[in-house]
């Protein structure tokens, strides 16, 4: 059924369609990932591919370059709920769902925000020479807040404790 238009694919009720009215579901739809291929091509598939299975790579990476428990939490479960919803898509049509659809975006947009603030913490500290959150000798600071710094004519920040 995929070849028929392997670019943008047949459509969305294109298996059930296709079937016979008894055993429309039980010859078609083998797996979420064919059941893709399928309904929206390979540029959908792609689209797909990319939501589900990276949660695990930005996991990992959250995981490796974490200083927090919160950090490592998060990647953790982008991992795991990344490798579970990417083999029950083999086995089963099981991401092709609303729900489980909603599950793995939430998991994945809390990941990749994640990983976001720990790229910009970085950047922060490189640049500037301080992490969001811990004083200049690495001891995490609770409820203070930077004050806002004095800028030269560059767009530096100047101050002792941006320095």
């Not at 953790?76 to 489980?100: D, E, H, I, K």
């Not at 947009?109 to 720990?118: A, L, T």
Request: one cysteine or more.
């Amino acid at each position: 059924m995929w070849l028929v238009n392997p670019l943008m694919g047949r459509g969305f009720a294109a298996q059930e369609a296709s079937g016979l009215a008894e055993a429309v579901g039980y010859g078609f739809h083998h797996n979420a990932y064919t059941g893709t291929l399928v309904q929206v091509g390979i540029i959908g598939f792609i689209g797909v591919v990319l939501a589900v299975w990276s949660p695990i790579f930005v996991g990992l990476k959250l995981v490796r370059s974490a200083n927090d428990r919160g950090s490592i939490l998060l990647g953790g479960l982008g991992v795991v709920a990344g490798v579970q919803q990417g083999v029950l898509g083999m086995a089963t049509a099981s991401f092709n769902g609303y729900r489980m659809a909603m599950m793995i975006g939430l998991i994945s947009g809390m990941c990749f925000k994640m990983r976001d603030m720990q790229l910009t913490a970085a950047r922060l500290n490189a640049e500037y020479g301080f992490a969001p959150g811990y004083d200049g000798g690495g001891f995490p600071v609770i409820n203070e807040s930077l004050s806002i710094p004095d800028f030269d004519d560059y767009g530096h920040p100047i101050g002792p404790s941006y320095n």
